[in-house]
């Protein structure tokens, strides 16, 4: 099993990115995903996820209206597409399965300040 998240950087507030993940060694187009977020010294906390048909199930409360989840089985990848970003969005985001954990990636970091 292998895990590959890409995409993270430094955006202002307000900005935008879109974060990719690469998944391997399970059968990912029956698998649902999700999108995890970890700030120094707190608990990793559920994003997102997605079924493996591509239909949202979850968006944390604090993302919701502002964060998509959407995947591309063709390619093993789930995307998290982050609009209107806030400072506070600010963490390393990981992806992994939604049910069964499997061994974490490095995880990409995302900045947000002005």
């Known amino acids: 099993v292998h895990i590959v998240e890409s995409g993270g950087g430094l955006v202002q507030p307000g900005g935008s990115l879109r974060l990719s993940c690469v998944a391997s060694?399970?059968?990912?187009?029956?698998?649902?995903m999700s999108w995890f977020r970890q700030i120094p010294g707190k608990e990793r906390e559920l994003v997102a996820a997605?079924?493996?048909?591509?239909?949202?199930?979850k968006y944390s409360d604090s993302v919701n209206g502002r964060f998509t989840i959407s995947r591309d089985n063709a390619k093993n990848t789930v995307y998290l597409q982050m609009d209107t970003l806030k400072p506070e969005d600010t963490a390393v985001y990981f992806c992994?399965?939604?049910?069964?954990?499997?061994?974490w990636g490095q995880g990409t970091q995302v900045t947000v300040a002005s």
């Open positions: 992994n399965r939604f049910v069964t954990l499997v061994p």
């Open positions: 060694g399970f059968p990912f187009r029956i698998v649902a």
């Open positions: 997605i079924s493996g048909a591509g239909d949202p199930i």
